[in-house]
C-alpha cells in the first residue's frame, strides 16, 4: 500500500488539533499514512501523536537556513519507510481542506512533486525565484531534496553561494523580522525578499533539473499551489482567516486545486474544514 507521509513543521501545537485527529480517523485501516514532526519545543500543549513521531529537534528560527534542514530531516525519516511514495510538508496552523480519502486521491495521483513558484527578482536578478515552503514530493524529488545537506562538492558549492547572497544583500534578521541597508537613505528597511525556506528549495532544484521552462524540471516538478493562503495586498504577511473573509473566499479556495490551507480563526477551520 503506497502512503502518504505528513510532515508537521511546528512551533510546539497543532493549532486545530480535533480537526485534524477527526482526519487521520478516515485512514480506517491506518495503512495509508505515517506522521513526522518537528516541533521547535515539546510541552503541554504538543499532542501525544506529534511527541510519537518527532525527529531530532534543531535550533530553528523564523527565517533561519535550518528551517530547511529540519523538514530535510523529517525527509530523512520518512523516506527510510519504502511504502512512503508522497510526502506532504505542513505547519501547525493548516487545515485539510478534504477529507482522508478524497486528499490520498488527490495527491496519489499527481506523480510529479507539487511546487508553487514564482519569478521574483529576490537579490536584484530577474532570474531568481521563490517558492512556498508548503509542498509535495514524490520519492525522487525528496531525494533530491535532502542531498542539499549531504556533504558533497555540489550541495556544499550551492549553500556557500546562497548564504553569499544574503550577506552580500545585507540582510539582517531582527525580531522575526528581515531588514536591508539603504545606502542612499543610510537607514534599514523591512526586506521581503524570501527566506531560505522559500528560496533554497527551488534553487536547488534548478541548480539539479534545469530552469523552471527546462523538460527535465518539467518532468520532476508540477507548478501547483498545495496550500491555499489569503495575503494581504502588499503580500507581507498572510491574513487569519475569520468568518466573514472565509464567505468571500470561500469558492476561490474550493476551486484552486489546493488540498491543504493555513492561518484561520477556531471557529472558521470548523466550517470549513474537510468540507470542500
Not at 192 to 201: N, R, T, W
Amino acid at each position: 500500500m503506497n502512503k502518504i507521509a505528513f510532515l508537521f513543521l511546528l512551533y510546539d501545537k497543532i493549532q486545530h488539533q480535533k480537526l485534524w485527529e477527526d482526519f487521520f480517523s478516515g485512514d480506517i485501516n491506518n495503512d495509508k499514512h505515517t506522521i513526522y514532526s518537528h516541533p521547535k519545543i515539546v510541552n503541554e500543549k504538543t499532542p501525544s501523536w506529534i511527541k510519537k513521531n518527532k525527529v531530532r529537534t534543531i535550533k530553528t528560527g523564523w527565517c533561519s537556513e535550518n528551517l530547511v534542514k529540519a523538514l530535510c530531516n523529517m525527509l530523512k525519516k520518512a523516506l527510510k519507510d519504502k511504502t512512503n511514495t508522497h510526502f506532504v510538508f505542513l505547519s501547525g496552523t493548516c487545515i485539510p481542506l478534504y477529507d482522508f480519502n478524497n486528499t490520498y486521491k488527490k495527491v496519489t495521483r499527481v506523480k510529479k512533486a507539487r511546487l508553487n513558484y514564482f519569478k521574483s527578482a529576490v537579490f536584484g536578478n530577474k532570474e531568481d525565484y521563490i517558492s512556498s515552503q508548503w509542498l509535495i514530493l514524490n520519492r525522487k524529488v525528496a531525494k533530491d531534496l535532502i542531498s542539499l545537506f549531504e556533504p558533497n562538492k555540489r550541495s556544499k558549492k550551492f549553500l556557500r553561494t546562497q548564504r553569499k547572497r544574503y550577506k552580500d544583500h545585507g540582510v539582517k534578521i531582527i525580531e522575526n523580522k528581515s531588514y536591508v541597508f539603504d545606502d542612499y537613505k543610510g537607514e534599514e528597511y523591512e526586506w521581503y525578499g524570501g527566506c531560505p525556506d522559500e528560496i533554497f528549495p527551488i534553487e536547488w532544484f534548478i541548480k539539479l533539473y534545469g530552469k523552471p521552462s527546462s523538460q527535465n524540471f518539467k518532468k520532476n516538478i508540477k507548478s501547483q499551489v498545495t496550500t491555499w493562503i489569503l495575503w494581504d495586498p502588499t503580500f507581507t504577511h498572510p491574513y487569519i482567516i475569520n468568518k466573514t473573509q472565509l464567505k468571500e473566499w470561500r469558492k476561490e479556495m474550493c476551486t484552486s486545486n489546493s488540498i491543504f490551507a493555513r492561518k484561520f480563526t477556531k471557529g472558521t477551520a470548523k466550517l470549513i474544514g474537510m468540507k470542500c
